[in-house]
């Protein structure tokens, strides 16, 4: 869950660092598709998707914890949250290759599900196992996990890291990393007691 809000962070802070090579992409790939430059309205409608679809994927991912953390329980949410996680990286990293801006904007999209998911089974998830004289410090994990992803995604978009040209699409899917984490330590942690004892009537589990 930690690094589902990592990977949040990662995602608002990461896109701003690319931009004019994003916006450069955009107008070399609608040149070869139409044959005709596009209009700066035109680029900046794209690339204002492209910021703002984020936030619509946080929306459907938001409205679909609720539902999903009781269908499957907590831990299995962050683990499915983790598929929207790869196919965006996935998108954006190969959109330059595939020459189309539309899978960033989709690959935006798929991450923006993943970080509204993450962030609302996080915080259900942590509360529910966390003892309760710690429960108070659990609780901000997220908060501080997302300060951690916008400092790493603002370090990572330095030009000396990974901010130039030729590596933004690596930029892009760098969210990947904490995607990864995530899918290699979730299986080995127990499911919400809350989970098992109300939603599965499992006591002995529970206990």
């Known amino acids: 869950g930690i690094t589902g809000a990592f990977h949040y962070g990662l995602q608002v802070s990461i ?76 998108l954006m990293g190969l959109s330059r290759l ?45 908060s501080t996990s997302i300060a951690a992803g916008k400092f790493v995604g603002f370090a990572l978009g330095l030009r000396e890291v990974l901010g130039v040209e030729a590596l933004w699409p690596i930029l892009l899917a760098a969210n990947v990393l904490p995607v990864l984490v995530q899918l290699l330590t979730v299986p080995f942690f127990p499911d919400s007691p809350r989970y098992l004892l109300i939603d599965k009537k499992d006591k002995e589990g529970c206990i």
């Open 15 to 90: 896109i701003n660092s690319p931009a004019e090579y994003i916006q450069s992409f955009i107008r070399e790939t609608w040149l070869q598709r139409y044959g005709s430059s596009p209009s700066a309205e035109m680029i900046t409608l794209m690339w204002s998707i492209i910021v703002s679809i984020y936030s619509i994927g946080g929306l459907l991912g938001s409205s679909s914890a609720g539902y999903l953390s009781v269908r499957f329980g907590r831990k299995k949410a962050l683990l499915l949250a983790n598929i929207p996680a790869l196919l965006g990286a996935a």
């Open 98 to 142: 595939c020459g189309s801006f539309e899978m960033i904007i989709a690959g935006r999209l798929f991450s923006g599900v993943c970080g509204g998911l993450a962030q609302n089974v996080h915080i259900m998830y942590a509360g529910e196992c966390a003892p309760r004289n710690l429960r108070g410090l659990i609780a901000i994990t997220a």
